[in-house]
């Protein structure tokens, strides 16, 4: 029996496949959560950081000179407004980012700083090797394989919000 045909492994007492959404769902959840925590818990050590301001600065790092509007790292991040802004002065106190002059007050700009640049750069190649690591159980085919059913799963998921009416 090869890997993909074997059987898969179940916790849940021998459920019927009418559980297989909520198996699925529940690894996935695993995956993803202890992925999460390693990752965090690396930043931490490693940099004295957390993940949401590596994202923050990931974000600002590709927008480049232009830097981003709060909205749009709010957005981005899928956070509220308030936490970008908190997450934005502690940054900003740290001399990471700086906001940029705008015609429009109530919209800020932000964009790294050359301090913020080279530290964030540190942080991705940290980053990118931990998540190399995380995964370097999976030969090329199965990742490639594993990425096209996440796409699929993306697509559906998105495809079943819209249909959902609004609550």
Do not use: Y
Not at 13 to 18: E, H, K, L, Q, S
Not at 99 to 107: I, Q, S, Y
Not at 135 to 153: G, H, K, N, W
């Amino acid at each position: 029996m090869t890997p993909a045909t074997a059987p898969l492994p179940d916790r849940l007492g021998g459920a019927p496949d009418g559980k297989r959404a909520l198996r699925l769902w529940l690894r996935l959840l695993t995956c993803t959560t202890t992925i999460e925590q390693t990752i965090s818990q690396r930043l931490r050590d490693e940099f004295g950081s957390t993940l949401p301001r590596f994202d923050m600065l990931s974000a600002l790092d590709r927008a480049g000179e232009a830097g981003l509007t709060m909205g749009e790292v709010s957005r981005m991040l899928m956070v509220s407004n308030g936490n970008v802004t908190g997450l934005a002065q502690r940054l900003k106190a740290d001399g990471l980012i700086e906001h940029l002059p705008g015609a429009d007050r109530r919209v800020q700009r932000v964009r790294l700083t050359a301090e913020g640049r080279a530290r964030f750069a540190t942080m991705a190649r940290a980053h990118e090797h931990w998540i190399e690591t995380l995964f370097a159980d999976l030969a090329d085919a199965e990742a490639d394989d594993l990425t096209r059913l996440l796409e699929q799963t993306k697509r559906s998921l998105r495809a079943a919000i819209h249909e959902e009416p609004n609550r």
